[in-house]
């Protein structure tokens, strides 16, 4: 049972519910007391509902109990009960309060506690932070004078050892120069290919001339049957170009030095070791072979017999340079041999287009038409029958750039001695020598 229904049912047993109205309002302020209760209640709610309204507005007191005692004097005992319990009821409630409030600030304080410790924490990591920070920057500025002192002895040793540094730098500047030394290698072997090109394209152009219009002489021809007369089976017929089996051919140097003379000669009659021919190098009016040195006109030389249909005062051969390599194949054109590039069993792989492209440009210029007669068409092998194996090593043989063939195959070409093959083709064509 609650203090406010046992207080209420003491007032019930003490008055009749109109009898309480008159007690409430008899007291302090009573009217206040009685407004706050509802209207029409039934006598034991209306003694629970003013207990209530008394206790809200602070009048259950001592004077309260005082007066109840004096109404109704024969229920003292009742009443002063009644009084110790409620005295009892609002200290236990004050002791809770106070024990509640206590324990609040228990909480309060305790959190202080903790903010304090965890405040005092983060002071200490600050503090070790600092430490570490202080630490730290004594160990730089440790080092830094560890540096600084280093410093002093580079300084003193590059001071000392200036003349090392000097030569080191120079030691660098020697691999940059070599560096570029070596880019200008690359550059040198590009012009090398280049020049080879050009070389092969202007030597080509020589060969022009080494193939004189078939026609003209195939009609002068028939004005010098006796030439022809010697043609054997076992000799290939070149085309019809060979002279006869040891006849003499007459030399004559049209301009020249007699140093130049003198060179040509002995270069010359190499061939006369396997070749049954001989060459006479006697100046005479009317020679067979008629040799200029024009230097701006290229290598040349007509091929065997054709040189008779050169007018006389014309040359049949121009040494436009100087070489034993050169003189061989010139001698060899004169012998009746063709470029080996287009003997009917060349062995050589064109890139056409490549080819035509070179020389299609400077310094040749050629058409399509002179590029293929000059370079990339063979020559009739009937025409040319029983002619030797294709041999890269003679004398006869240009240099091509490899990338000139499908294959790749570049010819060094450009012999500067007779080849076996030359040799012994020599034999065949003008047999008869031991
Ligand atoms: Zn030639």
């Known amino acids: 049972m609650s203090l406010e229904r046992a207080l209420g049912e003491l007032l019930l047993s003490l008055f009749k519910p109109k009898e309480l109205v008159y007690f409430l309002q008899d007291g302090p ?3 206040d007391v009685v407004g706050a209760l509802p209207s029409s209640l039934p006598g034991a709610a209306l003694a629970r509902e003013a207990v209530q309204a008394l206790i809200r507005r602070g009048r259950l007191d001592d004077a309260f109990f005082d007066r109840l005692v004096e109404e109704r004097s024969g229920r003292e005992d009742d009443i002063q009960a009644a009084r110790r319990l409620w005295i009892l009821d609002t200290t236990s409630k004050q002791a809770e309060e106070r024990v509640v409030e206590a324990g609040k600030k228990a909480v309060e304080s305790g959190a202080q506690v903790e903010s304090q410790i965890s405040s005092a924490i983060v002071e200490l990591e600050s503090a070790i932070g600092r430490t570490i920070a202080q630490s730290q920057r004594a160990k730089r500025i440790a080092l830094g004078a560890v540096f600084a002192s280093l410093l002093v002895v580079a300084v003193a040793v590059a001071m000392l050892s200036g003349v090392d540094s000097i030569r080191s730098e120079l030691k660098q500047l020697r691999g940059a120069v070599a560096e570029q030394a070596s880019g200008a290698q690359k550059l040198l072997d590009q012009l090398e290919e280049v020049k080879q090109i050009a070389v092969a394209s202007s030597r080509l152009a020589d060969s022009a001339l080494e193939a004189p219009e078939e026609t003209v002489l195939e009609s002068r021809r028939v004005s010098q049957p006796a030439l022809f007369q010697q043609e054997t089976e076992d000799r290939p017929r070149m085309a019809g ?66 040189a008779l249909v050169v007018p006389e005062r014309s040359a049949t051969m ?26 009917p069993n060349a ?11 070179d020389l299609q440009g400077p310094p040749n210029f050629w058409d399509a038409g002179t590029v293929n007669r000059n370079v990339l068409t ?56 031991n």
Request: glycine share 10%; hydrophobic share 35%.
């Open 318 to 343: 121009n040494l436009g340079f100087l070489e034993k390599g050169n003189v061989l194949h010139n001698f060899g054109h004169v012998l009746g041999l063709i470029h080996e590039h287009q003997s």
């Open 29 to 31: 302020e009573g009217d």
């Open 241 to 306: 170009k060979l002279w006869p089996i040891g006849k003499t051919l007459r030399v004559r140097f049209l301009g020249g030095s007699s140093e130049q003379h003198d060179q040509v000669e002995p270069w010359a009659r190499e061939w006369l070791d396997y070749a049954n021919l001989n060459l006479d190098f006697s100046d005479a009016p009317g020679a067979e072979i008629r040799i200029a040195f024009d230097a701006a006109d290229g290598s040349w030389s007509y091929v065997g017999t054709d």
């Open 347 to 357: 062995d050589i792989h064109w890139n056409e287009k490549a080819v035509l492209e």
């Open 378 to 433: 063979p020559h009739d092998p009937d025409r040319y029958a029983g002619y030797r194996e294709f041999d890269p090593d003679s004398v006869m043989m240009y240099a091509f750039p490899s990338s000139w063939t499908r294959d790749n195959r570049g010819f060094e070409g450009d012999a500067t001695e007779l080849s076996d093959s030359d040799r012994q083709f020599a034999r065949r064509l003008y047999p008869g020598l």
